[in-house]
């Protein structure tokens, strides 16, 4: 290979790795939902013996049952983890309000999902995943302005690539998640 060929390969090279980074970032997301099995109903994920347990087993974590009570509320399943989120020992932290806020918004409790949606962020103000959600209430209560501050807040906070962002503007340009 010649000087010039070489350059061009090793440019091509880094153009391609560059143009992938934002795909392989997205498909490492540590989310829940793409880590967490179903289990029967009664049961929850046991992140520490890595099985489905009975919901009322004592050495079942907080974190656990929130993240379970989310996985359930993205399946669909909205009274479900509420129901599940009412059991924690602990329901004063960011994640919990943010989920109960998702969950009740889901079930057309929008107003009620606002006030846990500020919950969560008086408690952890720059929770990208909490200002998205508001801002999709924003858009069902029609207050796209509202909306728009929030996203703005996002950015930055993770910038416009990050997936709170790029949801929370889709569903500011009409295409909301499904």
Not at 59 to 81: I, M, R, V
Not at 139 to 167: N, T, W
Request: charged share 20%; glycine share 6%.
């Amino acid at each position: 290979m010649n000087t010039l060929t070489t350059t061009r390969y090793l440019a091509v090279s880094a153009l391609v790795l560059f143009l992938q980074s934002p795909l392989v970032l997205a498909m490492g997301n540590n989310s829940t939902e793409s880590k967490t099995p179903d289990c029967p109903s009664g049961q929850v994920y046991d992140s520490v013996s890595q099985k489905c347990v009975p919901d009322k087993t004592s050495s079942l974590s907080d974190q656990d049952k929130t993240n379970y009570a989310y996985h359930l509320a993205k399946k669909g399943e909205y009274q479900a983890a509420l129901n599940l989120l009412d059991t924690l020992k602990n329901s004063n932290t960011a994640e919990a309000w943010n989920y109960r806020g998702y969950a009740t918004r889901k079930l057309g409790r929008t107003d009620e999902g606002i006030g846990y949606y500020q919950r969560s962020l008086a408690l952890e103000p720059n929770y990208a995943k909490a200002r998205e959600y508001l801002g999709e209430a924003w858009m069902v209560k029609g207050r796209p302005d509202l909306a728009k501050e929030q996203l703005q807040v996002i950015a930055g906070i993770c910038g416009q690539s990050c997936e709170e962002y790029r949801d929370l503007q889709a569903a500011i340009n009409g295409h909301p998640e499904s």
